[in-house]
């Protein structure tokens, strides 16, 4: 079963523009990972933000979590070519023991030149 | 390098054989796990292990088998490998419990 939803599933925008795609999950977690999956290769990890944090920045990630709302977004300003690939939730359940991941199916993303 | 590695990249076999997917990492991380991605799926664990000699189902166990003798190697074993096992599997690891997965670059396999 999924626990985290992106939404939406395919995105396509010009370089420079801002891309930001979101991730709803269910149950209360410990913890929100985003990766990102380039064609024909493994997931690369970007960013992890705590259920106590409300946002957090890395480079050009911004990545906000809602726990009320059960609701993660991830922002990538000025996006280059470079940025086209596949973007995952994954989320750390609570009591979960944490050292599983349930991952989403996905966020699309095609940045144009 | 230190990293993750997967072998083979790409395996073609039938339907009824046994194979057995390779995976092995460097950084004596003690937590592996093997995903199968799928169109629609996303990543869903089939099984992890949290130490050798330690290992646990996921959410798609199955008709496959794991076992971890050494840290650095967890191989995945199809006993009797199924059309529906046709797919993109992927081992991670970590270097413990909530800490980020690192993956490997895949092994498509396709069953006949």
């Known amino acids: 079963s999924q626990q985290g939803e992106e939404d939406p599933q395919a995105l396509s925008i010009q370089e420079g523009e801002n891309a930001t795609m979101n991730c709803s999950y269910k149950?209360?977690?410990?913890?929100l990972q985003w990766y990102r999956q380039n064609s024909g290769r493994g997931l690369v990890h970007l960013i992890l933000?705590?259920?106590?944090?409300r946002e957090k920045h890395s480079g050009r990630l911004r990545v906000t979590l809602d726990t009320s709302k059960k609701s993660s977004s991830l922002l990538i300003t000025a996006s280059r070519a470079a940025d086209t690939a596949s973007y995952f939730c994954?989320?750390?359940?609570?009591?979960?023991?944490?050292?599983?991941?349930?991952f989403g199916t996905g966020t699309q993303l095609k940045v144009e030149l | 390098d230190a990293g993750i590695t997967q072998s083979p990249r790409y395996k073609i076999t039938e339907t009824g054989r046994q194979v057995t997917l390779m995976c092995h990492q460097t950084?004596?991380?003690?937590?592996m796990f093997w995903y199968r991605q799928d169109l629609g799926h996303g990543l869903r664990l089939i099984y992890y292990?949290?130490?050798?000699?330690?290992?646990d189902k996921g959410e798609v166990p199955d008709g496959y088998v794991v076992s971890r003798s050494k840290t650095e190697n967890f191989p995945l074993t199809l006993e009797s490998a199924t059309r529906s096992q046709t797919s993109v599997y992927f081992c991670?690891?970590?270097?413990?419990?909530?800490?980020?997965?690192?993956f490997g670059d895949g092994t498509r396999l396709s069953i006949l």
């Open positions: 991670a690891s970590s270097g413990g419990a909530r800490q980020p997965q690192h």
């Open positions: 149950t209360s977690i410990n913890n």
């Open positions: 933000i705590r259920s106590n944090e």
């Open positions: 994954a989320t750390d359940t609570a009591g979960g023991g944490g050292n599983k991941l349930t």
């Open positions: 950084w004596s991380h003690s937590y």
């Open positions: 292990s949290a130490a050798a000699d330690i290992t």
